[in-house]
Nanobody
Framework: QVQLVESGGGLVQAGGSLRLSCAAS????????MGWYRQAPGNQRELVAA???????DYADSVKGRFTISRDNAKNTVYLQMNSLKAEDTGVYYC??????????WGQGTQVTVAS
């Protein structure tokens, strides 16, 4: 079994920062892509940021220049540094990873609330 444990969510004022972490454990074959998604109430889950095994990154237009995704392969961990947070960034943030044997896994989600 593979488990993804997220941490770092919480309540922050608009303009503030948070750093999310997601650590993977268990029987993990080689990790390839890792990413962060979010889901606001009444909305579909959307991709926020992704990072490949070669450290190529991709961001949703709404977070470019404010969020930074990174990974530590030795720790099987992906991070999301979120700066200049806005009320519209509020939602449940989920981490996701795909392995070389084409398995996909999701974390349980962490709540981020930005007060305006």
């Amino acid at each position: 079994q593979v488990q993804l444990v997220e941490s770092g969510g919480g309540l922050v004022q608009a303009g503030g920062s948070l750093r999310l972490s997601c650590a993977a454990s268990g029987r993990i074959f080689s990790i390839r892509d890792m990413g962060w998604y979010r889901q606001a109430p009444g909305n579909q889950r959307e991709l926020v940021a992704a990072i490949t095994g070669g450290f190529t990154t991709d961001y949703a237009d709404s977070v470019k220049g404010r969020f930074t995704i990174s990974r530590d392969n030795a720790k099987n961990t992906v991070y999301l540094q979120m700066n200049s947070l806005k009320a519209e960034d509020t939602g449940v943030y989920y981490c996701n990873l795909h392995t070389a044997d084409r398995q996909g896994y999701w974390g349980q989600g962490t709540q981020v609330t930005v007060a305006s």
